[in-house]
């Protein structure tokens, strides 16, 4: 159950956009649809913007999208926004049956 | 409003227990899958434990089992997690989480506040 791998950080100008990896093996991220992302911010509890790779929940902007791609997940912010300034960590089921998430990337709007 | 809200954390010595409660409402409680998570101070989300509705079927990180027990009252609304044989690296605060799918794919849609589990002695 290693953490899936996430940079540390990754920054952007207001309006641009921004992609945050998450690495995984195929018995992850690689062999499952039940890929999610949140989003915490500081001293809050996390929240879900990404499930089974591409969904939004409901009342989540699309300017969240995601992807993936063999044993690598992604998440694309567009139009950055001084508020999306946050940490995000990504999640997958395992051949374990047992919940991963990634070690977190950290969203700095310049 | 759904809302889940975590009690019972504190400080407890090395080799200790603890008992978090997780009470639930706004939602029907009986018919969702459950998790614990947690987050040392700094630190990013780790998952801990998972339970499926009616209780029947459990999952544990490894880092946690053999130690630690989810159990739920559907009567009650609420979630339980017994911590026993605590270690210093179980330090954090901790969540539960609703999973919104059936089958509890893993996808967290509604988290409480979390409550702060220090050990030492």
């Known amino acids: 159950q290693s953490a899936l791998t996430q940079p540390a950080s990754v920054s952007g100008s207001p309006g641009q956009s921004i992609t945050i990896s998450c690495t995984g093996t195929?018995?992850?991220?690689?062999?499952?649809?039940?890929v999610s992302w949140y989003q915490q911010h500081p001293g809050k509890a996390p929240k879900l913007i990404i499930y089974e790779v591409s969904n939004r929940p409901s009342g989540v902007s699309n300017r969240f999208s995601g992807s993936k791609s063999g044993s690598t997940a992604s998440l694309t912010i567009s139009g950055l926004q001084a508020e999306d300034e946050a940490d995000y960590y990504c999640s997958s089921y395992t051949s374990s049956s047992s919940g991963v998430f990634g070690g977190g990337t950290k969203v700095t709007v310049l | 409003e759904v809302q889940l809200g975590e009690s019972g954390g504190g400080l407890v010595q090395p080799g200790g227990s603890l008992r978090l409660s997780c009470a639930a409402s706004g939602f029907t409680f009986s018919s969702s899958w459950m998790h614990w998570v947690r987050q040392a101070p700094g630190e990013g989300l780790v998952w801990v434990s998972r339970?499926?509705?009616?209780?029947?079927?459990?999952t544990y990180a490894d880092s946690v089992k053999g130690r630690f027990t989810i159990s739920r009252d559907n009567a009650k609304n609420t979630l339980y997690l017994q911590m026993n044989s605590l270690r210093a690296e179980d330090a954090a605060v901790y969540y539960c989480?609703?999973?919104?799918?059936?089958?509890?794919?893993?996808?967290?849609?509604?988290w409480g506040k979390g409550t702060t589990v220090t050990v030492s002695s």
């Open positions: 989480a609703r999973d919104r799918s059936d089958y509890g794919d893993y996808y967290m849609d509604v």
């Open positions: 195929s018995s992850d991220v690689g062999g499952y649809k039940y």
């Open positions: 339970i499926n509705s009616d209780g029947s079927s459990t």
